[in-house]
């Protein structure tokens, strides 16, 4: 089936996200389809150390409470790999000698609009001391550890973040991790 849409009007906007309800005719014929629409993709950092441990970051999100997550943000309008390169120094006080973009993805695809780019940084040092803004973005720990551990945290529902889960599988399968 191939959906049609007839009229879409803006309900709600911020400066990170748009709300629309598209009028569509679908499988189960006419109706209205609420989208959410990103205003700026999202970047994801699995940040490994040289002894393979990654970086992760512990928050309290108000939709889901405590999380831990990779180093991640808004690209607010950057190229995606300065976003992710300004998001890792901000989140964890790190920055990487190496960067590779590992993929696109999107999230929530049945009712958003929200590509996210996947990077795998690695040559970590310390940033300069002004770069990182813990505080604002609202973490309460970094830590590292050792890389199976993250995919155990995953397993045993430690990690339930999606976009933390997918951005490690993609990190897993190109360290070849999955054989």
Do not use: K
């Not at 393979?52 to 997550?69: A, I, K």
């Not at 992710?84 to 929530?108: K, V, Y």
């Not at 795998?120 to 590292?144: F, H, K, N, T, W």
């Amino acid at each position: 089936m191939v959906w049609h849409t007839s009229a879409s009007r803006v309900v709600y906007e911020n400066r990170w996200i748009r709300v629309r309800e598209d009028d569509v005719t679908g499988p189960d014929g006419e109706g209205i389809y609420g989208v959410v629409e990103m205003q700026h993709p999202a970047v994801f950092i699995v940040a490994l150390d040289d002894a393979d441990n990654v970086c992760l970051v512990s928050m309290e999100r108000y939709t889901t409470g405590p999380s831990w997550e990779v180093p991640a943000g808004g690209s607010d309008g950057e190229d995606p790999l300065l976003a992710a390169q300004r998001e890792l120094a901000e989140e964890t006080g790190l920055i990487a000698a190496e960067w590779e973009h590992l993929g696109t993805m999107n999230a929530l695809n049945g009712i958003a609009v929200a590509p996210e780019h996947v990077f795998l940084a690695r040559g970590l040092s310390s940033a300069p001391d002004d770069a990182l803004a813990q505080a604002e973005e609202g973490i309460d720990d970094v830590v590292r550890i050792p890389f199976t551990e993250a995919l155990a945290m995953v397993s045993d529902g430690r990690i339930r973040d999606g976009e933390t889960v997918a951005a490690l599988a993609y990190a897993g399968i190109r360290l070849g991790r999955f054989a």
